[in-house]
């Protein structure tokens, strides 16, 4: 039996060609339309194909209730700086994080149509997502079953939410898999069309993922594996340099942006040399213990789905010699070494494995269904009725518009959602002209409170890292609080906001807490060891206990 492919959207001379030459270049060659007995019946498609299609919307509209859960550091981070680069501010100049800029640009487009909110950015999210599984859907129906395909890309929309992986939440390596996906989509096309411009496109497209989160790089063998396999039908040289010319385009267009900004310097700081010196403080020991964490946490919290993906990951293994298992074994692996960057593991790294993962779950049900129809299509509904009973069981983390037992275990106890509440709090007080500066890593704070910040330093924890840039920063963050006189000062003082360890540099958080006890009165705080709310008239607020957030006025 051989493979379950549509001929209509194949490309010419690909995975499996009838003959080695093309004669006619350019042009599709005819349909092969495999025998009936290689294919599910018509009932059975309509049948799990609709399963597939509920099932991938099931797990999208989650995210509709996820919406409702606070911004996390990075959400607020990245939402705030990219509400600053929409209205004009220079990266790295009057705003910086380690991230390439498109992050920021992407985040500033979906705040401006959905709105800079919880909401608005999640549902942005959605839509992305959205779109990577339908490119993991027409990706895939080039070599596979269009069943199967569907039912990979409503694996990959469950697995997307995985609440240890923060998929939840809007984070930059949701848009890298958007990015890669169209890249990897666009070069299989440029097959099937004469001339270049796809080739180039989906080399641009790539530059987005790197743009967007500079170690997604290392999925660069993937295209040369991809480009290397078609080398019997084109020059896989020639088309490897005109994908890299279409990747350099946008990088020389950042490029000129940042020399005629003057912000070259700044760029390769917070791009290359801060990130290093980042890596650095994560200890081996430490590096494993967040490897076991994440892993553990991550695959049994969607225990059956990754024992599936498992059993889908074998099989790819075993019929590596395909070539749409071995390239997919490949994106696997390259996608577990972006894992180890930072040795830290974190939970958001891990969505970039879902793709392979899911994408390999179809090829696997393909070969199956080679073996046996009917093993295939059995196995096929066993993952979806999988896909649904993980929703039954986290029912409450995936449908409930509030924040969960299992949000709370998450974030151990940061406070988010004091965060959002008492930022709100804050608006209800201030006057139009007013202002306020948050202490800690929430820029999120000035987008509840819609007000600028007064500093360009809003994610302070980075500057509790020893660098030869730390001193003058921090004496720039406390020059800004003194000066600028903020209005209002919402203080973190719990300790993880700021990265703190025994080695951190604490100059500016001892240095801002003496500023505002001495010049702010507080009027509202949460006390997270007691998770109570305290309000200016309603009790004491002693802003000497940690584990609090404290909301301050100037007096």
Sequence with gaps: MGYVIYLRTLPPNHWDRMSSKNKNKGSKKPEQVPA????????????????????????????LFLSAYPMNRDEGTYGYLGSLAIKGSIPYVDFYEMKPPVLYYLYGIGGTLFGFSDFGLRFFGLLRNLTSALFIYLILTR????????????????????????????????????????SFYLLIRSYEHKGIMLILLAGAAFAMAILTKQTAILLSPLFLLYLIMQRKQKSWI??????????????????????????????????????????????????????????????????????????????????????????????????????????RFYGQY???????????????????????????TGAAFLVLLCILGEAVMHRSYYFEAETTPDIVKLYRNNPFEAIRKLSTYATSLMKDNETIMMCGSEPQVYL?????????????????????????????????????????????????????????????????FAIVAREYVPVAAFNMNDQKYTYLGDGVIDPKIINQVILFKRK
């Design 238 to 343: 020639l088309h490897g340099l005109t994908f890299a010319g279409g990747a350099l385009v946008p990088a020389l267009l950042l490029f000129v942006f940042l020399l005629a900004n003057s912000a070259l310097d700044d760029a390769y700081y917070w791009l290359l040399t801060y990130p290093a010196k980042y890596s650095a403080t994560v200890t081996s020991e430490e590096g494993i213990n967040f490897f076991k964490y994440f892993l553990q946490n991550i695959s049994l919290f969607q225990v059956t789905l990754f024992s599936i993906a498992g059993l889908a990951l074998a099989t790819n293994a075993i019929f590596a010699r395909h070539k749409p298992n071995l390239l997919l074994l490949v994106y696997f692996l390259l996608a577990a070494l972006l894992l180890i960057p930072g040795f």
């Design 448 to 512: 509840y409170a819609g007000k600028p910040a007064p500093t360009r330093h809003v994610f302070m924890s980075m500057l509790t890292k020893h660098t030869e840039k730390t001193d003058a920063f921090v004496e720039e963050a406390l020059s800004d609080l003194q000066d600028k006189k903020p209005d209002y000062v919402l203080y973190n003082l719990f300790p993880y906001s700021w990265s703190m360890t025994e080695s951190s540099n604490d100059v500016l958080y001892t240095s801002s």
């Design 36 to 63: 009936v007995a290689d294919r599910p019946s018509g009932t059975t498609t309509l049948l799990l194909s609709s399963l597939a299609i509920v099932t991938g919307l099931v797990a999208l509209t989650s995210r």
């Design 350 to 376: 891990w969505l970039l494995l879902f793709v392979p993962l899911a994408m390999m779950t179809g090829t696997a049900l393909h070969q199956l269904s080679r073996k046996d129809l009917r093993l295939g």
């Design 143 to 182: 070599y596979i079953d269009k069943t199967y395909a569907l039912v990979s890309a409503a694996l990959f929309a469950m697995f997307s939410i995985n609440l240890y992986a923060l998929g939840f939440t809007m984070v930059a390596e949701h848009i890298v898999n958007t990015f890669v996906l169209l």
